[in-house]
C-alpha cells in the first residue's frame, strides 16, 4: 500500500523558516518525479515545487522561486522542501505527491498524501 506522510508543518512568524519533510512507504521515491503543491482556504490548489526523477532537475512556482528548495534522500526514501523567508501568503496545507510534472504554469500530480499545516503569521 502507497503511503505518503508529510511533516515538519507548523507555526513560523514572517521571514522564518520550516523544512517539510514526505516519508513514503510503498513505494521507492527515487523512481518517481516527487512534487508539492499547496492549498489555502477558499483558493485553487497551487503547484510548488518538483523533483524529478531522472536527473534530479528541479522546478518551482514564481512565488516561491528562490525562498523554497526540493530535495531528495533516497537512502530514506524521504523528499525534503527547505522553506526559507517565509510570507503570510505561503500559509496553507502543503501536500506532497508522485508523478509531478510542471507544463508551463500548470501542474499535474498523482497520488498525495493528507498534507501538513504551515501558518505564517506574526
Known amino acids: 500500500q502507497v503511503q505518503l506522510v508529510e511533516s515538519g508543518g507548523g507555526l513560523v512568524q514572517p521571514g522564518g523558516s520550516l523544512r517539510l519533510s514526505c516519508a513514503a512507504s510503498g513505494i521507492t521515491l527515487d523512481y518517481y518525479a516527487i512534487g508539492w503543491f499547496r492549498q489555502a482556504p477558499g483558493k485553487e490548489r497551487e503547484g510548488v515545487s518538483c523533483?524529478?526523477?531522472?536527473?534530479?532537475?528541479?522546478y518551482y512556482a514564481d512565488s516561491v522561486k528562490g525562498r523554497f528548495t526540493i530535495s531528495r534522500d533516497n537512502a530514506k526514501n524521504t523528499v525534503y522542501l527547505q522553506m526559507n523567508s517565509l510570507k503570510p501568503e505561503d500559509t496553507a496545507v502543503y501536500y506532497c505527491a508522485t508523478d509531478c510534472v510542471k507544463y508551463g504554469s500548470r501542474w499535474s500530480f498523482g497520488y498525495w498524501g493528507q498534507g501538513t499545516q504551515v501558518t505564517v503569521s506574526s
Open positions: 523533483i524529478s526523477s531522472s536527473d534530479d532537475s528541479t
